[in-house]
């Protein structure tokens, strides 16, 4: 059964830090390609950063760029969101995704966690 379970959310003042983790489970997480998205209320999902298989590729959204970063330890099967400089905009539900696009698309989500930034 494919499992990708976030963690680590929560209330943080702004210009603060925090980290979120994603556990998975059920699938080669090696192979994929691993994103962290967002969704703020009355908002679309939107990408946040990205992660290559290996973890030597990486890309950001611009408003997140030099603020946050992605990383992965494959002997875990996890992937990381440190997020630092915390802005009220960085408010939203931040969801895990795992995609490997080789002929046909295998693509997993995880049930999102929250990360509120405020005062």
């Known amino acids: 059964q494919v499992q990708l379970v976030e963690s680590g959310g929560g209330l943080v003042q702004p210009g603060g830090s925090l980290t979120i983790s994603c556990a998975a489970s059920g699938f080669t997480f090696r192979s994929y390609a691993m994103s962290w998205y967002r969704q703020a209320p009355g908002k679309e999902r939107e990408l946040v950063a990205g992660?290559?298989?290996?973890?030597?590729?990486?890309n950001y959204a611009d408003s997140v760029k030099g603020r946050f970063t992605i990383s992965r330890d494959n002997a875990k099967n996890t992937v990381y969101l440190q997020m630092n400089s915390l802005k009220p905009e960085d408010t939203a539900v931040y969801f895990c995704y795992a995609r490997l696009g080789l002929g046909r698309v295998y693509e997993y989500w995880g049930q999102g966690t929250q990360v509120t930034v405020s005062s």
């Open positions: 992660i290559g298989s290996g973890g030597r590729s990486t």
